[in-house]
């Protein structure tokens, strides 16, 4: 493509993302397609010859956004949220053009040092002790994965100075981590056997006398516990495990304490939720997503942990066409994680920090969760809705329920109540299952959100349920 013809259609993208921004509330929030009939509409083979834009992006309009889901949209109160923000897709624009590739300090000093710099303003956002430092990773389940083998290459560098044991290590999460943990087991090769999940107490959190009682079993069967995922803000109910006492277990017994706050880390850059995090400092690593709820497009993942040795160790390569003169004082984030080449996702992070000041992502989050808590008293004032747990954040689980079904008709007539909701069009929310029972998730987190979105949630719920009762 010729250099102007770029000119004139970045130009013209620019105001077409404009316009979505402003427009994306008239769409309907969940994609209408049926299966396969995005792929129906598109060529089976590549174009021999190249093509003219215009075309390109006529079938862009035609073809895929209507099979596009718009998580961008202000009615969006599904799974988690995955904001972006002009500051940030303006950073990503140019990403793209700078095309850089930073694996190491020099394919891009400004990338490593900017990385450095934006991952230290995190950490002191989220009130991490001083001395831990950060890695930009793509996903919440790819840090977890990378802290659990770092966690496996500890113990087994402590193991091999003792006893040089070959039975298996052992992980621990609560029954309500998230399913990356399980993967990352899967993955790292513990074994699907060796993740033990701890029962959590009446508000969805893991119950540390319980994680204790399951090391102890383990070290009796000749097993060698080795660590621990704890999760601050669970995905289902935003639960959150008590830090100290977990982690006061895992000093006591050396295991690795890694906290999975995907979600809810954003929320510790308000000082009255700083508790979430209380006891942190007895951790070893910790993950949360800027690009869930701090205005940072999809991906950029922040992986924190309390001394980088261990995870350098684990993840160093040194040929000999990869090394430089300069390795000895700079970082080379290559040796922090899995992946070789890396995005420079730390630019848009930049961008979003400056643009909002940490003032202006806390009072996203802080009317965020206002909203959460003004529709939980919506649902617990009215008698034929329930709240199914406690709403520390910005998650609210409940349900329909008129006292007069058995749990399975209940179940039957959430689940039609939540496709009757949705297929309005005019908002988004997903299901999850607290205690067996189907239920109902809204979560505020779309930095479009104001309370007129959340209060006509309120209402589709409550007429489509006077509708499906009669
Ligand atoms: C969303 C979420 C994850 C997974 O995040 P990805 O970045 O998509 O891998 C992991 N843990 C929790 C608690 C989450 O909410």
């Given at each position: 493509?010729?250099?102007?013809?770029?000119?004139?259609?970045?130009?013209?993208?620019?105001?077409?993302?404009?316009?979505?921004?402003?427009?994306?509330?008239?769409?309907?929030?969940?994609?209408?397609?049926?299966?396969?009939?995005?792929?129906?509409?598109?060529?089976?083979?590549?174009?021999?010859?190249?093509?003219?834009?215009?075309?390109?992006?006529?079938?862009?309009?035609?073809?895929?956004?209507?099979?596009?889901?718009?998580?961008?949209?202000?009615?969006?109160?599904?799974?988690?949220?995955?904001?972006?923000?002009?500051?940030?897709?303006?950073?990503?624009?140019?990403?793209?053009?700078?095309?850089?590739?930073?694996?190491?300090?020099?394919?891009?000093?400004?990338?490593?040092?900017?990385?450095?710099?934006?991952?230290?303003?995190?950490?002191?956002?989220?009130?991490?002790?001083?001395?831990?430092?950060?890695?930009?990773?793509?996903?919440?389940?790819?840090?977890?994965?990378?802290?659990?083998?770092?966690?496996?290459?500890?113990?087994?560098?402590?193991?091999?100075?003792?006893?040089?044991?070959?039975?298996?290590?052992?992980?621990?999460?609560?029954?309500?981590?998230?399913?990356?943990?399980?993967?990352?087991?899967?993955?790292?090769?513990?074994?699907?056997?060796?993740?033990?999940?701890?029962?959590?107490?009446a508000?969805f959190?893991?119950?540390?006398?319980?994680?204790?009682?399951?090391?102890?079993?383990?070290?009796?069967?000749?097993?060698?516990?080795?660590?621990?995922?704890?999760?601050?803000?669970?995905?289902s109910s935003?639960?959150?495990?008590?830090?100290?006492?977990?982690?006061?277990?895992?000093?006591?017994?050396?295991?690795?304490?890694?906290?999975?706050?995907?979600?809810?880390?954003?929320?510790?850059?308000?000082?009255?939720?700083?508790?979430?995090?209380?006891?942190?400092?007895?951790?070893?690593?910790?993950?949360?997503?800027?690009?869930?709820?701090?205005?940072?497009?999809?991906?950029?993942?922040?992986?924190?942990?309390?001394?980088?040795?261990?995870?350098?160790?684990?993840?160093?390569?040194?040929?000999?066409?990869?090394?430089?003169?300069?390795?000895?004082?700079?970082?080379?984030?290559?040796?922090?994680?899995?992946?070789?080449?890396?995005?420079?996702?730390?630019?848009?992070?930049?961008?979003?920090?400056?643009?909002?000041?940490?003032?202006?992502?806390?009072?996203?989050?802080?009317?965020?969760?206002?909203?959460?808590?003004?529709f939980q008293s919506w649902v617990g004032a009215r008698p034929d809705f329930e709240l199914l747990a406690p709403v520390?954040?910005?998650v609210v689980c409940f349900r329909w329920n008129d006292g007069r079904k058995n749990e399975e008709e209940l179940d039957l007539f959430n689940r039609k109540l939540l496709d009757e909701v949705?297929?309005?069009?005019?908002?988004?929310l997903?299901q999850t299952a607290l205690r067996g029972r189907f239920t109902l998730r809204l979560?505020?987190?779309?930095?479009?959100?104001?309370?007129?979105?959340?209060?006509?949630a309120w209402?589709l719920l409550t007429s489509a349920a006077e509708r499906l009762k009669a």
């Amino acid at each position: 493509m010729d250099i102007e013809l770029f000119r004139r259609h970045g130009h013209e993208f620019v105001d077409w993302i404009a316009d979505y921004f402003m427009n994306v509330e008239k769409l309907p929030v969940m994609s209408r397609v049926e299966p396969g009939e995005i792929k129906k509409r598109l060529p089976a083979a590549p174009p021999e010859r190249g093509e003219p834009m215009e075309r390109v992006f006529e079938d862009f309009k035609d073809i895929i956004l209507p099979g596009m889901t718009h998580w961008q949209h202000p009615g969006w109160f599904a799974y988690f949220p995955a904001n972006n923000s002009p500051a940030s897709v303006l950073a990503e624009l140019l990403t793209a053009g700078l095309g850089a590739q930073c694996m190491v300090w020099q394919t891009s000093p400004a990338a490593a040092e900017l990385e450095e710099t934006v991952m230290d303003w995190l950490r002191g956002m989220i009130g991490l002790p001083g001395g831990w430092s950060g890695v930009i990773q793509d996903t919440a389940s790819n840090a977890t994965l990378c802290a659990l083998i770092t966690a496996r290459e500890a113990s087994t560098e402590f193991e091999s100075n003792r006893r040089g044991a070959r039975d298996p290590l052992v992980v621990y999460a609560s029954t309500e981590s998230h399913s990356s943990v399980a993967k990352a087991v899967k993955i790292a090769g513990f074994g699907a056997d060796n993740l033990r999940l701890i029962p959590a107490d009446a508000d969805f959190a893991m119950i540390p006398d319980r994680l204790e009682e399951a090391i102890v079993e383990d070290e009796r069967r000749g097993l060698r516990p080795c660590a621990v995922v704890a999760t601050v803000g669970t995905t289902s109910s935003g639960a959150v495990d008590p830090l100290r006492p977990v982690g006061e277990i895992c000093r006591r017994r050396g295991l690795w304490l890694h906290v999975d706050a995907a979600y809810a880390g954003t929320a510790a850059v308000l000082p009255e939720m700083r508790r979430l995090l209380d006891g942190v400092e007895l951790a070893d690593s910790l993950v949360f997503n800027p690009h869930k709820w701090m205005l940072t497009n999809f991906d950029c993942s922040a992986h924190f942990v309390r001394e980088p040795g261990t995870l350098i160790r684990t993840f160093e390569i040194h040929p000999e066409y990869l090394k430089t003169g300069r390795d000895a004082v700079v970082k080379n984030y290559r040796d922090w994680g899995i992946q070789l080449g890396r995005r420079f996702r730390a630019l848009k992070l930049w961008f979003v920090l400056r643009a909002y000041g940490v003032e202006g992502i806390r009072d996203m989050v802080r009317e965020h969760i206002r909203l959460a808590r003004l529709f939980q008293s919506w649902v617990g004032a009215r008698p034929d809705f329930e709240l199914l747990a406690p709403v520390p954040l910005s998650v609210v689980c409940f349900r329909w329920n008129d006292g007069r079904k058995n749990e399975e008709e209940l179940d039957l007539f959430n689940r039609k109540l939540l496709d009757e909701v949705n297929a309005s069009g005019r908002v988004f929310l997903s299901q999850t299952a607290l205690r067996g029972r189907f239920t109902l998730r809204l979560v505020v987190g779309q930095r479009t959100t104001e309370e007129r979105h959340v209060r006509q949630a309120w209402e589709l719920l409550t007429s489509a349920a006077e509708r499906l009762k009669a």
